[in-house]
């Protein structure tokens, strides 16, 4: 996928450190950004799929493992 320029407002000493120490704040920035997006698309599906994970729990629990016998450990 291609790049695209966006705009960002840093806090005027971040930016300033970043710069003196030689960071790519670009390359921080997306990494950041695709870290909290992935946690958010994470969050989102564990909200989305809640009640199925509820479900299953109560069905092992009620149940124990599917297989179980056959497991050897």
């Given at each position: 996928?291609?790049?695209?320029?966006?705009?960002?407002?840093?806090?005027?000493?971040?930016?300033?450190t970043?710069?003196?120490?030689?960071?790519?704040?670009?390359?921080?920035?997306?990494?950041?950004?695709?870290?909290?997006?992935?946690a958010?698309?994470?969050?989102?599906?564990?909200?989305?799929?809640?009640?199925?994970?509820?479900?299953?729990?109560?069905?092992?629990?009620?149940?124990?493992?599917?297989?179980?016998?056959?497991?050897?450990?």
């Amino acid at each position: 996928m291609g790049r695209i320029k966006v705009n960002l407002t840093l806090d005027a000493e971040v930016a300033e450190t970043a710069r003196a120490l030689g960071l790519n704040m670009s390359r921080l920035a997306e990494k950041a950004i695709a870290a909290a997006t992935k946690a958010e698309r994470n969050r989102l599906w564990r909200e989305e799929n809640r009640a199925a994970n509820a479900a299953y729990a109560e069905e092992l629990a009620r149940e124990g493992l599917p297989l179980a016998a056959f497991r050897t450990f």
